[in-house]
């Protein structure tokens, strides 16, 4: 049998996009009346002629929301969708680095003039309802997931799953590995994501984020990158709005207060991560740039660099870790200052942890989202 691009299988098609997701039924709804109050007229004034026309349109839109063939629906539809929460970054020169580094040992300095071609990036950090999506549409299996644990923060661990690990980070003790811990059980195989769909996806590593991104049609910023959209075209300041922890006595971000590791009080609102959307975007419409959920870079990890002027730098050709960006909702300035745009840190690319998430870059938009 034919498809009936037409009639009934673009309706279930639809149909199974607007169940998957209630934020989706909203875009569909307001795509699907302003496509047909658009073609009314058309219909209206020359029935005969605008027939072929009248088709050739509701096909368009099928086809754009299922890409090439319908039965690939899920797989294509989902990356589309991904795409308009994208903003564009204009390119330009900017000061990366600092010569007053907050982690002298991370390799913050010297401040150098890095330029940096336009390009799009995520609003937002990847959540957990963007990352179900890929993984429903490639049977992906994290490394996490692989491996059969990851790294959580003792904080947050129930007293049941505390009792079964007796292993620990010794430079840092409150990192635990956890047994079955995974983007679908942060906190191990007791605890689940179910109320926290729109909140960064976690035990992410590299290797993984890498493939999500790519599958997108997307991929991971590169530091430069990072670092230009996270200061959001303000020269030279610590965090993404200027050198305010507290601008206008409010929170911006989503970091550690009280005493770590013993006691968050969580002034900001959140002891562990925050929806993606919260706080308020910085100049380029970015949220979450720093706090929240640590984000992976494309670049390897190295800690001495030029002070030549450079053009998209791309890091050192090879490594051990690679970079990432932004601190996590555990930073607190006593043992982790890494929520300021010029900090950075490390890890292996098969990492994961209970802090450590991603966003993606593209060169540009594809055609049919322009
Ligand atoms: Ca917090
Ligand atoms: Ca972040």
Redesign the pocket.
């Given at each position: 049998r034919e498809v009936d691009l037409f009639g009934v299988d673009c309706f279930l098609l639809v149909s199974r996009i607007i169940i998957e997701n209630a934020r989706i039924t909203i875009i569909t709804t307001i795509i699907i009346l302003a496509f047909v109050l658009g073609l009314y007229p058309v219909v209206e004034t020359s029935q005969s002629a605008s027939q072929s026309k009248y088709v050739a349109k509701r096909i368009d839109l099928c086809v754009w929301w299922a890409g090439e063939t319908p039965a690939t629906l899920l797989t294509n539809a989902a990356p589309i969708v991904s795409w308009f929460k994208m903003v564009p970054i204009p390119g330009g020169v900017f000061t990366m680095g600092t010569d007053d580094p907050g982690v002298p040992q991370d390799g913050e300095g010297p401040a150098r003039k890095v330029h940096v071609k336009a390009f799009h990036m995520d609003k937002y950090e990847v959540s957990n309802t963007e990352f179900q999506r890929f993984v429903r549409a490639t049977n992906h299996v994290t490394e996490a997931e692989r491996f059969g644990d990851s790294f959580v923060f003792e904080g947050l661990l129930s007293e049941k799953v505390k009792s079964g690990i007796t292993q620990a980070v010794a430079e840092a003790p409150w990192w635990l590995p956890v047994k079955g811990a995974s983007w679908r059980h942060p906190e191990g195989p007791d605890s689940n994501i179910t109320n926290r769909m729109d909140h960064p996806v976690l035990h992410i590593s590299w290797n993984n984020a890498v493939s999500y991104c790519t599958w997108a049609g997307k991929r991971l910023p590169t530091e430069a990158e990072w670092e230009y959209a996270c200061r959001g075209g303000l020269d030279n300041r610590l965090f993404p709005w200027g050198n305010k922890l507290l601008p206008k006595d409010q929170h911006y971000m989503?970091?550690?207060?009280g005493h770590f590791p013993y006691h968050?009080t969580?002034e900001?609102?959140?002891?562990s991560t925050a929806p993606v959307t919260a706080y308020p975007p910085n100049g380029y419409g970015l949220h979450n740039m720093v706090g929240n959920a640590w984000e992976w870079t494309a670049d390897w990890w190295n800690i001495h660099h030029t002070v030549d002027e450079v053009e998209n730098p791309t890091g050192v050709p090879t490594g051990k870790d690679k970079v990432k960006k932004g601190g996590s909702?555990m930073c607190h300035k006593s043992y982790c200052y890494r929520y300021r745009c010029a900090a950075r840190s490390q890890n292996t690319p098969d990492s994961s942890a209970s802090n450590l998430g991603f966003r993606c870059v593209a060169d540009q938009l594809p055609d049919r989202v322009k």
């Amino acid at each position: 049998r034919e498809v009936d691009l037409f009639g009934v299988d673009c309706f279930l098609l639809v149909s199974r996009i607007i169940i998957e997701n209630a934020r989706i039924t909203i875009i569909t709804t307001i795509i699907i009346l302003a496509f047909v109050l658009g073609l009314y007229p058309v219909v209206e004034t020359s029935q005969s002629a605008s027939q072929s026309k009248y088709v050739a349109k509701r096909i368009d839109l099928c086809v754009w929301w299922a890409g090439e063939t319908p039965a690939t629906l899920l797989t294509n539809a989902a990356p589309i969708v991904s795409w308009f929460k994208m903003v564009p970054i204009p390119g330009g020169v900017f000061t990366m680095g600092t010569d007053d580094p907050g982690v002298p040992q991370d390799g913050e300095g010297p401040a150098r003039k890095v330029h940096v071609k336009a390009f799009h990036m995520d609003k937002y950090e990847v959540s957990n309802t963007e990352f179900q999506r890929f993984v429903r549409a490639t049977n992906h299996v994290t490394e996490a997931e692989r491996f059969g644990d990851s790294f959580v923060f003792e904080g947050l661990l129930s007293e049941k799953v505390k009792s079964g690990i007796t292993q620990a980070v010794a430079e840092a003790p409150w990192w635990l590995p956890v047994k079955g811990a995974s983007w679908r059980h942060p906190e191990g195989p007791d605890s689940n994501i179910t109320n926290r769909m729109d909140h960064p996806v976690l035990h992410i590593s590299w290797n993984n984020a890498v493939s999500y991104c790519t599958w997108a049609g997307k991929r991971l910023p590169t530091e430069a990158e990072w670092e230009y959209a996270c200061r959001g075209g303000l020269d030279n300041r610590l965090f993404p709005w200027g050198n305010k922890l507290l601008p206008k006595d409010q929170h911006y971000m989503n970091i550690w207060q009280g005493h770590f590791p013993y006691h968050n009080t969580a002034e900001d609102g959140y002891d562990s991560t925050a929806p993606v959307t919260a706080y308020p975007p910085n100049g380029y419409g970015l949220h979450n740039m720093v706090g929240n959920a640590w984000e992976w870079t494309a670049d390897w990890w190295n800690i001495h660099h030029t002070v030549d002027e450079v053009e998209n730098p791309t890091g050192v050709p090879t490594g051990k870790d690679k970079v990432k960006k932004g601190g996590s909702y555990m930073c607190h300035k006593s043992y982790c200052y890494r929520y300021r745009c010029a900090a950075r840190s490390q890890n292996t690319p098969d990492s994961s942890a209970s802090n450590l998430g991603f966003r993606c870059v593209a060169d540009q938009l594809p055609d049919r989202v322009k």
